[in-house]
């Protein structure tokens, strides 16, 4: 019975071991497709700026960078539009979409509207609530930035599946910001 039990402890630590050997692989090839749509955006326009904070890599496009004027912070509201795609590979495409506050996106990708009431900016608060990737890579976003949030299913809904977002995936966020409060 006891060499039952020492087997049965002894195989399920080999399949855990091998199940966060498969994890991690996965993440790591998230981590290079980000790495990957990263260098191709960059070279596409090499006024882009990088910043990585944790697990979350943010790619600003339209960068305001006005020591000035106020960045977001963690406990901050942001006002928003977005679109998020699952990132499977270098790219994103209208395939990979899967939810967006801005129609003419919803429309390019072949969505039927049926209320587009749902297309309005959103503000959602810097905070333990929002998912950790996404919470990472807006923080010290400013008013008028267009960027990328990148990261992989690590930092993202990990094991669980959340709506058309299948588990352990990497995520990609196009962001306009509107405005920002820090009060």
């Known amino acids: 019975m006891r060499k039952t039990i020492l087997i049965i402890a002894l195989l399920s630590m080999v399949v855990w071991a091998c199940t966060k050997q498969s994890l991690k692989t996965t993440y790591d090839r998230q981590a290079t497709f980000i790495d990957n749509f990263v260098t191709a955006q960059m070279k596409a326009d090499t006024t882009a700026t990088l910043v990585q904070n944790g697990g979350a890599w943010?790619?600003?496009?339209?960068?305001?960078?006005?020591?000035?004027?106020?960045?977001?912070?963690?406990?901050?509201?942001?006002?928003?539009?977005?679109?998020?795609?699952?990132?499977?590979?270098?790219?994103v495409s209208a395939s990979n979409l899967v939810e967006t506050s801005r129609k003419d996106i919803a429309v390019s990708a072949g969505w039927v509207l049926s209320d587009t009431t749902v297309f309005a900016p959103v503000t959602?608060?810097?905070?333990?609530?929002?998912?950790?990737?996404?919470?990472l890579g807006l923080h010290g976003v400013q008013p008028q930035d267009e960027c990328y949030v990148l990261f992989t299913g690590e930092y993202g809904y990990g094991n669980k599946e959340n709506?058309?977002?299948p588990a352990k995936s990497a995520l990609v966020y196009h962001i306009w910001i509107e405005s920002i409060d820090n009060e």
């Open 58 to 91: 943010r790619l600003t496009l339209k960068d305001t960078l006005d020591t000035e004027r106020d960045s977001l912070d963690y406990g901050g509201r942001v006002t928003m539009e977005y679109a998020s795609y699952i990132l499977s590979g270098a790219s």
């Open 124 to 135: 959602i608060t810097l905070d333990k609530n929002l998912v950790e990737g996404l919470r």
């Open 163 to 165: 709506g058309t977002i």
